[in-house]
Nanobody, 126 residues
């Protein structure tokens, strides 16, 4: 199993940007579909973005399309989430997740992921 640790969260004003990182240890991220999910207070966890094994394909949730970009650097064992034009509704704990399941464009199904990080808080003020 791979251990995932997120970083890069914080407090930002609406319209600002943050870049989250998800570093893996224990095992390589190569051969894993990776994803980002978020959970706001009082709400269920929701899918944000996912990226394929090679990083050539990705999918996004509708609320973040055009604003967020997922990427990966397998040599560094790290996955990133660049978040631009942040809105107060983006406030949540963001967690990265990994699965050895092959998905050509990534996966939006939390049940398909076996590896989870602890999460990093992102707070967007209005």
């Amino acid at each position: 199993q791979v251990q995932l640790v997120e970083s890069g969260g914080g407090l930002v004003q609406a319209g600002g940007s943050l870049r989250l990182s998800c570093a893996a240890s224990g095992r390589t991220l190569s051969g894993r579909t990776m994803g980002w999910f978020r959970q706001a207070p009082g709400k269920e966890r929701e899918f944000v973005a996912s990226i394929s094994w090679t990083g050539t394909s990705s999918i996004y949730a509708d609320p973040v399309k055009g604003r967020f970009t997922i990427s990966r650097d397998n040599a560094k064992n790290t996955v990133y989430l660049q978040m631009n034009s942040l809105k107060p509704d983006d406030t949540a704990v963001y967690s990265c997740a990994g699965t050895r399941l092959y998905r050509s464009s990534g996966s939006s199904k939390a049940t398909e992921y076996s590896d989870w990080g602890q999460g990093t808080q992102v707070t967007v003020s209005s």
